[in-house]
Structures are given as C-alpha cells and as structure tokens.
Nanobody, 124 residues
Framework: VQLQASGGGLVQAGDSLRLSCATS????????WGWFRQAPGKEREFVAA???????IYADSVKGRFTISRSNANKMVYLQMTGLRPEDTAVYYC???????????????????WGQGTLVTVSS
C-alpha cells in the first residue's frame, strides 16, 4: 500500500485548506485511515481517523474545525481544515492500517502504512 499526501501550503489564520491522500492497494474501504501531524521539535500527534464503517475520531484540538472523509471509489482520504490557527502549523501525514483497533487509532506506531507528509503553515 502506498500513500501520497498533498494539498499543504501557506495560509493565514482563519483560512481553510483541504489535504488529500491518494492510496493504492486493495481493501481500501476496510482500512482505518488517519491523519497525524508533526510540528518542529515536537512529537507526531494524532489529528483524526476514519474507520471502516465510516465513524470518525478527532483530537480535541481540531474537533469542530477539521473533518476527515474518504472516497472508496477513488481510494482517497481527505482532511478538510477550517478556522486554521498558527498552532496548526506542521507537516501532516496520512496513515493507514487494516487491523488497528479503536483504542489504538491515536497511536502513530500502530499504523503500518504512511505517506510522505505535506507541510501546512498558518501565519498569524
């Protein structure tokens, strides 16, 4: 399985941005897909995940501002980000795993497949 993240860029606080993650491989619809981010000097942190049944999970810091979605037909995962803040500045990574359980979706090490990351910079 290969993942390719895109859509990052430089935006101003309050702006919106949509990240995309193109995937390859089989069984897309049964995977758990997640977005993580890593700011300079910080650990990679969970942002959002979408499970095989379509249920979504968000970090408290992005709840109500970010929306994760997917297209089974196109094997794409999206992260719609609104109300961006300077503290959202980070490299954003998409990740996927076919076997991850609910309690582990927040843990980067539990995901088997990763994209290369796309940089989001939010200026104040």
């Amino acid at each position: 399985v290969q993942l390719q993240a895109s859509g990052g860029g430089l935006v101003q606080a309050g702006d919106s941005l949509r990240l995309s993650c193109a995937t390859s491989g089989r069984s897309f619809s049964s995977y758990v897909w997640g977005w993580f981010r890593q700011a300079p000097g910080k650990e990679r942190e969970f942002v959002a995940a979408i499970r095989g049944g379509g249920s979504t999970i968000y970090a408290d810091s992005v709840k109500g501002r970010f929306t994760i979605s997917r297209s089974n037909a196109n094997k794409m995962v999206y992260l719609q980000m609104t109300g961006l803040r300077p503290e959202d500045t980070a490299v954003y990574y998409c990740a996927g795993d076919p076997r991850i359980i609910l309690s582990s979706v927040y843990t980067a090490a539990r995901y088997e497949y990763w994209g290369q990351g796309t940089l989001v910079t939010v200026s104040s």
